[in-house]
């Protein structure tokens, strides 16, 4: 069993930071990407940031210059720190995984993307 947990959501005020973390966990072989995904109400789930697993990033124009992601594949962790936020960055943050288990190794099976539970950011005055 995989599972995603993100934390560092909250409340903040515009031009404020917050730091998000998720770290995976269960019986995993290997991490590729790891990434940041965002949905605010009545939106669809949209790309913040990703990161492969030898450091590569990619940003949304919208939050390029104000967040970085980074991640610790010791601890297969990955986080976002998010600075100068503004209201528009509201919305709850979804960390995603592209990994191998043990099982898809010795069944030659591809990776899978893996998904956390998402966590609340709300800049507000």
């Known amino acids: 069993q995989v599972r995603l947990v993100e934390s560092g959501g909250g409340l903040v005020q515009p031009g404020g930071s917050l730091r998000l973390s998720c770290a995976a966990s269960?019986?995993?072989?290997?991490?590729?990407?790891m990434g940041w995904y965002r949905q605010a109400p009545g939106t669809q789930r949209e790309l913040v940031a990703t990161?492969?697993?030898?450091?590569?990033?990619t940003y949304a124009d919208s939050v390029k210059g104000r967040f970085t992601i980074s991640r610790d594949n010791a601890k297969n962790t990955v986080y976002l720190q998010m600075d100068s936020l503004k209201a528009e960055d509201t919305a709850v943050y979804y960390c995603n995984a592209n990994l191998l288990r043990p099982s898809d190794l010795l069944y030659r099976r591809p990776p899978t993307d893996y998904w956390g539970q998402g966590t609340q950011v709300t800049i507000s005055s």
């Open positions: 990161i492969t697993k030898g450091g590569t990033t």
């Open positions: 269960g019986t995993i072989a290997s991490i590729n990407g």
